[in-house]
């Protein structure tokens, strides 16, 4: 027979005083944890200076978990997704320029000195496994993420499979990154609304990746708008999915399937983006 203890416990725990009971470990655990998010958070107050489009690395599991979605999406080996996205990881030549580029520009007192990629590893695996003739990315800001896609498709050229990124954004300061040898020989940067530029695109499209204005409205308006201009096998991605439905929503009226990754950061009390990805 339990003792007298374990029997107030139980009594207890099927009464409606039961949360109050666990109170003192639920508030340790809760505690233990909101600690955390504030100690990142005060961490990143004083040590980044970026204001919006934050950058951070993955955790290992998460990275594990995005080599594990390229490999459903891009339908490739999950080996040789892992290659890829250490390849970028390892391109020396793109991590020196933009710690440079970044150290001389304007805006340099919004940006951070390290170069993190989170998500964008799975943009750059992506490019890699499809080999697409054309990208579209709309929303460039610095050109972190068009640098990204140019390093792809370099590579994806240099194996015989040429393609180019038109880079569409709003803002005339937008893509300094993305302005160097060897990734501008390989990118399009067009300033304007997306919805105008995309109705301009003079070639079909085989990737397209929505990053700009992260409204449902907007972002719905672009896929609507690059429809008609898609090949038949073109991949959409979005930057939004952990915030609308909108891409889903797209796939299910156009019978593509669609398959949603959600970022971890380490050490960043961000919560993260994620990739949408509809494609058939
Ligand atoms: C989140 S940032 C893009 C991040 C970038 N893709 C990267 O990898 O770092 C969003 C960008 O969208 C641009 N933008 C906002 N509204 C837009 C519109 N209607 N048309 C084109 N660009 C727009 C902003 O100027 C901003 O540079």
Redesign the pocket.
């Known amino acids: 027979m339990p003792d007298r203890k374990t029997r107030i416990r139980r009594a207890v725990s099927r009464t409606p005083l039961a949360p109050l009971a666990a109170l003192p470990k639920r508030l340790v655990r809760v505690a233990k944890h909101d600690a955390g998010v504030l100690r990142e958070s005060a961490r990143w107050l004083i040590k980044s200076r970026e204001h919006?489009?934050y950058?951070y690395d993955l955790t290992a599991l998460n990275r594990e978990h995005l080599a594990w979605f390229v490999s459903v999406v891009g339908d490739a080996p999950v080996g040789q997704v892992r290659e890829w996205m250490a390849e970028i990881e390892a391109d020396t030549a793109l991590r020196t320029h933009i710690e440079q580029t970044t150290a001389t520009a304007a805006r340099r007192g919004l940006a951070d000195k390290t170069v993190r990629y989170a998500r964008?590893l799975g943009?750059y695996a992506l490019i890699r496994a499809a080999k697409p003739a054309h990208v579209v990315?709309?929303?460039?800001?610095?050109?972190?993420?068009?640098c990204?896609i140019a390093s792809a498709l370099l590579r994806n050229a240099a194996e015989g499979h040429p393609g180019r990124v038109t880079?569409?954004?709003?803002?005339p300061e937008?893509g300094y990154l993305a302005k160097a040898q060897p990734w501008a020989s390989v990118v399009d940067l067009v300033i304007?609304?997306?919805?105008a530029?995309i109705g301009a695109l003079d070639r079909p499209v085989d990737l397209f990746?929505h990053?700009?204005?992260?409204s449902a409205a907007?972002e719905l308006r672009e896929f609507t708008a690059v429809e008609p201009k898609l090949s038949e096998r073109a991949l959409l991605l979005t930057?939004n999915v952990t915030v609308t439905r909108v891409l889903s929503q797209v796939a299910e009226k156009t019978g593509r399937r669609f398959l949603a990754f959600r970022e971890e950061p380490a050490h960043h009390w961000y919560p993260g983006d994620g990739i949408g990805a509809a494609w058939r």
């Open positions: 919006h489009n950058t964008r943009w990315e709309t929303g460039v800001d610095k050109g972190l993420g068009t990204v880079s569409l954004d709003i803002n937008a304007g609304d997306s919805i530029s990746l990053d700009s204005d992260h907007h930057d």
